[in-house]
């Protein structure tokens, strides 16, 4: 066994984190306000099982038996005067049971339990290695330590996926309006294009009137040059000009 010396140390310790999370579960309405407003609450309260404080492998009924007590135990209407961190509270355990509702939730959170309490173990193995190497006394497993840790662990894996999820969802967010601003970029271009299409083709008539007038108007020029145009000799050439001038 990893954790105790024998199956059935290993046993007692397990059951020991069980009573203290049970034990933890009958908490006061104050209590559990606390519990869900302490520090780190924001990264340990994305665990719908612990918000809940119901084991991953609780029963739909284990779950809703459980969402109700604390439904009732933190509504802001039962605590008037704490009723700001009791609606928080509220929402925390009604997202909670919206989210343990869903199969394929349920199954990444139990993944991800699953992975923290592995990772715990082998922490706390590994501590104990090394107090034997150097011959120390192995160290006292608590197990209400235990149970923070696992959901510790777990909470910085949910952070992590939340982190990157909201990068993931603000890039797309930011492709999406690139991709929109591109294709009402390119609307306006084609409407622009249908504009100036539709105004050329509404002044064609304009626009053969304006050459048929500007035809005639030339070929009217035409004909009164060619009616009152006067006949002009050519210039005499300079020699016969200087003949002229000799004296006779």
Not at 28 to 43: M, N
Not at 215 to 229: A, D, N, R, S, T
Request: with cysteine; aromatic share 6%.
């Amino acid at each position: 066994p990893i954790m105790a010396s024998t199956s059935s140390e290993w046993d007692t310790f397990l059951s020991q984190v069980k009573a203290i999370e049970k034990k933890d579960s009958n908490m006061t309405s104050d209590q559990q306000i606390e519990r869900l407003h302490k520090p780190g609450s924001k990264y340990l309260n994305l665990n719908p099982f612990y918000v809940l404080q119901v084991d991953c492998e609780a029963t739909e009924d284990e779950i809703k038996k459980q969402y109700r007590r604390l439904s009732i135990l933190l509504h802001p209407d039962k605590n008037p005067d704490n009723r700001d961190r009791a609606t928080a509270a509220f929402e925390a355990v009604n997202k909670a049971n919206t989210m343990l509702k869903n199969k394929e939730t349920v199954d990444k959170f139990k993944m991800i339990l699953k992975d923290a309490r592995s990772r715990v173990l082998k922490m706390m193995e590994e501590k104990r290695r090394i107090a034997k190497v150097k011959q120390q006394p192995m160290p006292v497993e608590d197990p209400q330590k235990f149970s923070h840790l696992v959901n510790v662990m777990a909470s910085k894996q949910l952070a992590d996926y939340e982190i990157r999820q909201g990068d993931k969802e603000k890039k797309e967010a930011t492709d999406k309006k690139r991709d929109a601003d591109l294709a009402e970029e390119c609307t306006k271009r084609l409407k622009k294009l249908e504009d100036d299409k539709q105004k050329w083709e509404e002044s064609r008539e304009e626009r053969v009137a304006t050459w048929k007038d500007f035809q005639f108007q030339g070929e009217k020029k035409k004909k009164k040059k060619h009616i009152l145009g006067t006949y002009r000799p050519p210039k005499p050439r300079l020699e016969a000009r200087a003949e002229e001038k000799k004296p006779s």
